[in-house]
Protein backbone atom coordinates (compact mmCIF):
# COMPACT_ATOMS: atom_id res chain seq x y z
CA UNK A 1 0.00 0.00 0.00
CA UNK A 2 1.60 3.20 -0.90
CA UNK A 3 -0.45 5.32 1.05
CA UNK A 4 -1.58 8.97 -0.29
CA UNK A 5 0.83 10.60 -2.42
CA UNK A 6 1.26 14.21 -2.71
CA UNK A 7 3.41 15.91 -4.71
CA UNK A 8 5.59 18.36 -4.70
CA UNK A 9 6.71 18.12 -0.91
CA UNK A 10 7.98 21.76 -1.01
CA UNK A 11 7.02 24.84 -3.30
CA UNK A 12 8.21 28.29 -2.94
CA UNK A 13 6.89 31.17 -5.08
CA UNK A 14 6.69 34.43 -6.06
CA UNK A 15 3.44 36.28 -5.25
CA UNK A 16 0.53 36.39 -8.26
CA UNK A 17 1.98 32.92 -9.52
CA UNK A 18 0.24 30.12 -9.92
CA UNK A 19 0.38 27.09 -8.00
CA UNK A 20 -0.86 23.39 -8.55
CA UNK A 21 -0.54 20.83 -5.86
CA UNK A 22 -1.35 17.27 -6.59
CA UNK A 23 -2.99 14.42 -4.73
CA UNK A 24 -3.18 10.61 -5.28
CA UNK A 25 -5.32 8.89 -3.15
CA UNK A 26 -5.65 5.38 -1.72
CA UNK A 27 -6.58 3.08 -4.29
CA UNK A 28 -10.33 1.99 -3.51
CA UNK A 29 -10.75 4.90 -1.18
CA UNK A 30 -14.08 7.39 -2.05
CA UNK A 31 -13.24 10.20 0.29
CA UNK A 32 -10.68 12.90 -0.55
CA UNK A 33 -9.87 15.68 1.88
CA UNK A 34 -7.67 18.90 1.44
CA UNK A 35 -6.27 20.05 4.52
CA UNK A 36 -4.57 23.35 5.66
CA UNK A 37 -2.25 23.38 8.56
CA UNK A 38 -0.96 26.55 9.88
CA UNK A 39 -0.27 27.74 13.35
CA UNK A 40 -2.71 30.14 13.76
CA UNK A 41 -5.44 28.37 12.78
CA UNK A 42 -4.37 24.63 12.83
CA UNK A 43 -5.78 22.12 10.64
CA UNK A 44 -8.48 23.73 8.31
CA UNK A 45 -11.15 21.63 6.14
CA UNK A 46 -10.75 23.47 2.66
CA UNK A 47 -12.99 20.67 0.38
CA UNK A 48 -14.44 17.14 0.56
CA UNK A 49 -14.63 14.80 -2.19
CA UNK A 50 -16.76 12.07 -2.14
CA UNK A 51 -16.60 9.38 -5.06
CA UNK A 52 -15.22 12.07 -7.05
CA UNK A 53 -17.57 14.98 -6.16
CA UNK A 54 -17.12 18.30 -4.42
CA UNK A 55 -19.23 18.05 -1.45
CA UNK A 56 -18.79 20.37 0.72
CA UNK A 57 -15.96 23.11 -0.17
CA UNK A 58 -17.34 25.99 2.65
CA UNK A 59 -13.50 25.66 3.81
CA UNK A 60 -12.23 27.43 0.69
CA UNK A 61 -11.03 30.46 1.27
CA UNK A 62 -11.66 32.50 -1.64
CA UNK A 63 -12.18 32.36 -5.24
CA UNK A 64 -8.52 32.30 -6.01
CA UNK A 65 -8.37 28.85 -4.49
CA UNK A 66 -10.24 25.62 -6.73
CA UNK A 67 -9.98 21.72 -6.41
CA UNK A 68 -10.70 19.09 -8.61
CA UNK A 69 -11.03 15.56 -8.80
CA UNK A 70 -11.37 14.35 -12.29
CA UNK A 71 -10.90 10.58 -11.71
CA UNK A 72 -10.54 8.17 -8.25
CA UNK A 73 -6.84 8.58 -8.84
CA UNK A 74 -6.40 12.03 -8.89
CA UNK A 75 -6.94 15.55 -7.33
CA UNK A 76 -5.39 18.95 -7.54
CA UNK A 77 -5.40 21.47 -5.62
CA UNK A 78 -5.23 24.93 -7.18
CA UNK A 79 -4.49 28.40 -6.24
CA UNK A 80 -4.54 31.72 -8.65
CA UNK A 81 -2.98 34.18 -7.59
CA UNK A 82 -1.15 33.37 -4.72
CA UNK A 83 -0.27 35.16 -1.87
CA UNK A 84 1.93 35.23 1.04
CA UNK A 85 -1.16 34.66 3.59
CA UNK A 86 -1.64 31.09 1.65
CA UNK A 87 1.53 30.40 2.86
CA UNK A 88 0.95 26.83 4.81
CA UNK A 89 1.20 23.16 4.70
CA UNK A 90 -1.35 21.62 2.76
CA UNK A 91 -2.51 18.08 3.15
CA UNK A 92 -4.15 15.36 1.43
CA UNK A 93 -6.21 12.60 3.25
CA UNK A 94 -8.51 9.82 1.63
CA UNK A 95 -10.89 7.41 3.52
CA UNK A 96 -12.88 4.34 2.88
CA UNK A 97 -15.84 5.32 3.86
CA UNK A 98 -18.00 7.93 6.38
CA UNK A 99 -16.77 8.58 9.28
CA UNK A 100 -13.54 5.95 8.95
CA UNK A 101 -10.22 7.02 9.58
CA UNK A 102 -8.34 9.76 7.43
CA UNK A 103 -4.78 8.31 5.67
CA UNK A 104 -2.57 11.57 5.02
CA UNK A 105 0.21 12.32 2.75
CA UNK A 106 3.13 13.86 3.70
CA UNK A 107 2.04 17.46 2.98
CA UNK A 108 3.20 19.96 0.78
CA UNK A 109 4.71 23.10 2.75
CA UNK A 110 3.78 25.92 0.35
CA UNK A 111 6.09 29.13 0.74
CA UNK A 112 4.58 32.61 -1.09
CA UNK A 113 7.04 35.21 -0.86
CA UNK B 1 -21.99 25.93 14.87
CA UNK B 2 -19.93 22.55 16.40
CA UNK B 3 -17.43 23.45 18.69
CA UNK B 4 -14.46 21.59 20.65
CA UNK B 5 -11.87 22.57 22.85
CA UNK B 6 -8.52 20.76 23.37
CA UNK B 7 -6.62 21.36 26.26
CA UNK B 8 -4.05 22.17 26.90
CA UNK B 9 -2.47 23.73 24.16
CA UNK B 10 0.62 22.45 24.89
CA UNK B 11 2.43 20.11 27.63
CA UNK B 12 5.82 19.99 29.01
CA UNK B 13 6.97 16.54 30.98
CA UNK B 14 10.01 14.66 32.20
CA UNK B 15 10.43 11.21 30.43
CA UNK B 16 8.18 9.08 33.16
CA UNK B 17 5.35 11.59 33.63
CA UNK B 18 1.75 10.88 32.66
CA UNK B 19 0.51 12.96 29.82
CA UNK B 20 -3.63 14.04 29.52
CA UNK B 21 -4.94 15.75 27.01
CA UNK B 22 -8.82 16.82 26.78
CA UNK B 23 -11.45 17.29 23.90
CA UNK B 24 -14.63 19.14 25.50
CA UNK B 25 -17.49 19.51 22.93
CA UNK B 26 -20.49 21.88 23.28
CA UNK B 27 -22.72 19.03 21.64
CA UNK B 28 -23.09 15.61 21.29
CA UNK B 29 -20.94 13.93 19.48
CA UNK B 30 -21.65 10.56 17.15
CA UNK B 31 -18.12 9.40 17.85
CA UNK B 32 -14.34 10.79 17.65
CA UNK B 33 -11.21 9.94 16.46
CA UNK B 34 -7.50 10.72 17.66
CA UNK B 35 -4.64 11.15 15.51
CA UNK B 36 -1.07 11.98 16.40
CA UNK B 37 1.56 14.58 14.07
CA UNK B 38 5.37 14.04 14.42
CA UNK B 39 7.04 17.05 14.54
CA UNK B 40 7.27 17.95 10.58
CA UNK B 41 5.29 14.55 9.99
CA UNK B 42 1.57 14.36 8.90
CA UNK B 43 -1.27 13.36 11.45
CA UNK B 44 -1.51 9.51 11.90
CA UNK B 45 -4.10 7.96 12.91
CA UNK B 46 -4.84 6.43 16.58
CA UNK B 47 -8.14 5.20 17.31
CA UNK B 48 -11.85 5.55 17.10
CA UNK B 49 -14.39 6.09 19.66
CA UNK B 50 -17.96 5.59 19.08
CA UNK B 51 -19.69 4.12 22.34
CA UNK B 52 -21.06 6.30 24.98
CA UNK B 53 -18.51 5.14 28.33
CA UNK B 54 -15.95 3.84 26.20
CA UNK B 55 -12.69 3.03 27.10
CA UNK B 56 -9.64 1.91 24.80
CA UNK B 57 -6.26 0.85 25.29
CA UNK B 58 -3.00 0.60 23.30
CA UNK B 59 0.42 -0.04 25.07
CA UNK B 60 0.59 2.79 27.52
CA UNK B 61 -1.81 4.81 25.86
CA UNK B 62 -5.56 5.31 27.32
CA UNK B 63 -8.59 6.67 25.34
CA UNK B 64 -12.02 7.45 27.11
CA UNK B 65 -15.35 8.71 25.76
CA UNK B 66 -17.60 10.20 28.07
CA UNK B 67 -20.86 9.09 28.95
CA UNK B 68 -22.64 11.55 27.55
CA UNK B 69 -20.53 11.74 24.85
CA UNK B 70 -19.25 15.33 24.86
CA UNK B 71 -15.73 14.68 25.76
CA UNK B 72 -12.69 12.55 25.54
CA UNK B 73 -9.49 12.10 27.05
CA UNK B 74 -6.20 10.43 25.85
CA UNK B 75 -3.70 9.56 28.54
CA UNK B 76 -0.27 8.45 27.95
CA UNK B 77 1.44 6.29 30.97
CA UNK B 78 5.20 7.02 31.68
CA UNK B 79 5.85 9.12 28.69
CA UNK B 80 8.82 8.48 26.67
CA UNK B 81 10.54 10.37 24.23
CA UNK B 82 9.30 8.84 20.75
CA UNK B 83 5.75 10.36 22.14
CA UNK B 84 6.57 13.80 21.32
CA UNK B 85 4.38 15.46 19.27
CA UNK B 86 0.91 16.82 18.76
CA UNK B 87 -1.90 15.06 19.76
CA UNK B 88 -6.01 15.92 17.93
CA UNK B 89 -9.18 14.86 18.54
CA UNK B 90 -11.57 14.61 15.27
CA UNK B 91 -14.88 14.53 14.92
CA UNK B 92 -17.69 14.07 12.40
CA UNK B 93 -20.45 16.82 12.84
CA UNK B 94 -22.81 19.12 11.08
CA UNK B 95 -24.68 19.50 8.16
CA UNK B 96 -22.48 17.27 5.98
CA UNK B 97 -22.21 13.74 6.29
CA UNK B 98 -18.30 12.58 6.97
CA UNK B 99 -17.06 16.16 7.29
CA UNK B 100 -14.34 15.88 9.89
CA UNK B 101 -13.95 18.63 12.07
CA UNK B 102 -9.97 18.86 14.05
CA UNK B 103 -9.45 19.83 17.58
CA UNK B 104 -6.25 22.74 17.79
CA UNK B 105 -4.33 20.09 19.19
CA UNK B 106 -1.94 19.60 22.42
CA UNK B 107 1.89 19.90 21.84
CA UNK B 108 4.12 17.01 23.59
CA UNK B 109 7.08 17.64 24.29
CA UNK B 110 8.98 14.69 26.48
CA UNK B 111 12.38 15.45 28.30
CA UNK B 112 14.74 12.67 28.68
Known amino acids: DAGVIQSPRHEVTEMGQEVTLRCKPISGHNSLFWYRQTMMRGLELLIY????????DSGMPEDRFSAKMPNASFSTLKIQPSEPRDSAVYFC???????????FGNGTRLTVT | GQQVMQIPQYQHVQEGEDFTTYCNSS?????IQWYKQRPGGHPVFLIQ?????EVKKQKRLTFQFGEAKKNSSLHITATQTTDVGTYFCAFSGGSTLGRLYFGRGTQLTVWP
Open chain 2, 49 to 53: LVKSG
Open chain 2, 27 to 31: TTLSN
Open chain 1, 93 to 103: ASSSENNSPLH
Open chain 1, 49 to 56: FNNNVPID
